[in-house]
């Protein structure tokens, strides 16, 4: 691990005033993936800023009517127990649950947990060249291993997939993020418009300005929240990343689904909304086969490469069976 300036702020305004003095500065809270990344010398931030004295502005758990507001140092676990969260958006519980130990849930916090980085083979191993890590220095996966790699939203460039859980229920319920920075100031702005698809600058993951804080995220309530369910496919059961997984909230009236929204984890570079399924379900009558279409349509785009064409039909049951699951719950 190389030598780095500490800091601990009091204020979101010294977080971000400090932020903004550093160079190659870095926010840390829980710290499982930044700390892990600089001892394996990936990242190498020159200060790091903890926010976690913030934890009183930042960590409160809102629910009311109209929306769940969660702030961005709610750690994993906490979240997780919310008897609100449990009842009213099960999606968002199961995906917390699912993501790791319960050691990891108690330091990870939310905020953090949604900018972790991929955990490509070729990314954290710097001998192997990697367009994410180092800028035009090749993609070793597109020839190498790449078993755990994406079929959906990749490029030339990289075809890493995303590897956290909690962002897939967030985007398929629409939720936004809350952010502030020197140069923008506050903003609010969907969840789907944070992470960016790797294009020709895989290195640029995300939209936030640099020392852009994430301060929160809100996600509206609605009648599919309850009726909302994560299914996760990993090698093996206990706290692995995902082969494929799928976050589904739907509104069924009448027998028929009124709201259908989907996304996709463990198959794609950036949290994925898979948008040509749920038009496949909406105002159908849905069982098996209707679920099947649906499985099939948001695969329809999928590149896969050798060694991962199992995710293809991985995934589609895996959505199948998460669209079932859902149907199939009893809701107030």
């Known amino acids: 691990m190389r030598r780095f300036d500490y800091q601990r702020v009091h204020t979101v305004e010294a977080a971000v005033r400090a932020a903004q003095a550093r160079q ?20 190498q931030p020159r200060s790091l800023i903890d926010i976690n004295p913030l934890r009183e502005q930042l960590s409160g758990i809102d629910a009311n009517a109209q929306r769940l507001r969660l702030g961005a140092l709610v750690r994993m676990s906490q979240a997780e ?24 849930r108690n330091m990870a916090s939310l905020g953090g947990n949604v900018l972790q980085r991929t955990r490509c083979e070729y990314f954290r191993e710097t001998s192997w060249p990697c367009n994410r890590r180092a800028p035009g220095s090749g993609c070793a996966a597109l020839e190498g291993v790449n078993r755990q790699h994406a079929v959906l939203g ?31 100031g506050a903003r609010r702005f969907p969840f789907a418009q944070l992470h960016r698809m790797p294009g020709n600058t895989p290195d640029i993951e995300n939209t936030l300005a640099p020392g852009e804080l994430i301060t929160g995220f809100e996600v509206p309530a609605g009648p599919w929240t309850q009726r909302s369910c994560y299914v996760k496919v990993r090698d093996r059961q206990s706290y692995q990343f995902a082969l494929a997984s799928a976050a589904v909230a739907l509104h069924i009236e009448g027998g028929r689904v009124r709201v259908a929204r989907i996304a996709l984890g463990g198959v794609a570079s950036v949290p994925w909304r898979a948008h040509d399924a749920e038009a496949v379900l909406r105002n159908g009558m849905l069982d098996e086969e209707l679920a099947q279409k649906a499985a099939k349509a948001a695969f329809a785009n999928a590149h896969p490469r050798p060694q991962n064409r199992f995710k293809v039909p991985l995934g589609q049951q895996a959505l199948i069976r998460a669209l079932l699951e859902a149907r199939a719950m009893v809701v107030s």
Not at 81 to 104: E, G, W
Request: charged content about 15%; proline content about 4%.
């Open 24 to 43: 190659a500065a870095q926010f840390i809270a829980g710290g499982t993936n930044m700390v892990d990344y600089m001892t394996l010398d990936v990242v």
């Open 154 to 184: 990749t490029s030339e460039q990289c075809i890493a997939a995303y590897p956290g859980d909690f962002a897939q229920a967030l985007i398929a319920l629409d939720a936004f993020v809350e952010t502030i920075g020197a140069d923008k």
């Open 81 to 104: 127990d919310h008897p609100r969260i449990r009842s009213d958006y099960p999606v968002i519980q199961q995906s917390l649950l699912l993501a790791a130990s319960r050691q990891i």
